[in-house]
């Protein structure tokens, strides 16, 4: 028994493979199977024995299957689709509390999605990693505002939240914040930072103080980025000034250049 495919690969330009809903010529009729083509080929050859004919045709069309006829390939979901499923899921959502480092409880409000594939939820949630997708089809809800900081408020001494504050955007951001950053606004997210964070047993810890202090300043650069091409990337790199220093500096070495050029002064004076 053999599979004829000239006419797929004359239409397609390769080898018949993957799943799709496959179409054969078997003696006068045509019959069309689900699946892989692997499986489906074996299929033709049954009813190609059974209706003793030694010769299966490969018909060049090749069509994916909806998702209600074989469910382990999800149907191509359309933009309507999207939004009708996800108005869907929103009515549903509802509130939980999980467990945070140590004391601290995380509050966040999920969404099931029980029956949803993993290829769906991607879609649907825009996960753009299919470990994630597979987790959350696994465990059967998705977290909305995961990486939402946890919330232990707490009392601390506001002389040395401001003291704090103040002597990380000086001694380690000094010189290098871009310039549409408003110091007074990056201090009092500091602080507010560490007023959110003020049960937290660990608050005793003066390392643990800083990194709040620094992840609260680290956000507000990234949440009020006025530039494109300032993105996390450059905003976490170290050294990278976000983007400002570096500009600064290129535009005044071409300045420098320009002076050179018109015989004014050397490029070491003119630096």
Known sequence: MEADT??????????????GRWGFQIG?????????????????????QAQDVDRVVVLPDKKLAP?????????????????????RLM???EVRTFK?????????????????KAAQIMVVFDVQSKRTAHL??????????????????????????YRLANWW?????????????????????????????????????????????RGAMAEYLRRNQKHEHEDEEEIEAPGSRWGTWDRSYRATE????????KGAYPMERAA
């Open 6 to 19: 000239t006419q797929f690969q004359a239409s397609n330009g390769k080898q018949p493979r993957g799943f």
């Open 28 to 48: 006068n009729e045509e019959h069309f199977i689900v699946g892989r083509y692997s499986d489906s080929r074996k299929e033709a050859f049954k009813i190609a």
């Open 67 to 87: 998702q209600s006829w074989n469910s382990e390939r999800p149907e191509k979901l359309t933009a309507d689709k999207i939004n009708r499923i996800k108005e």
């Open 91 to 93: 009515a549903q959502a």
């Open 100 to 116: 945070g480092p140590r004391t601290c409880k995380r509050t966040r409000t999920v969404i099931p999605t029980n029956g949803m």
């Open 136 to 161: 959350i089809a696994k465990r059967g809800f998705y977290i909305v505002d995961y990486k939402k900081p946890a919330m232990c408020p707490g009392e601390i001494d506001m002389k040395d939240a």
């Open 169 to 213: 955007l000086n001694k380690k951001l000094g010189g290098r914040l871009p310039h549409w950053a408003e110091p007074d606004d990056m201090i009092q997210d500091a602080v507010t930072r560490l007023i959110e964070r003020g049960g937290d047993p660990r608050m005793a810890e003066a390392s643990y103080r800083f990194y709040v202090v």
């Open 254 to 261: 071409t300045i420098c250049r320009m002076i050179e050029a």
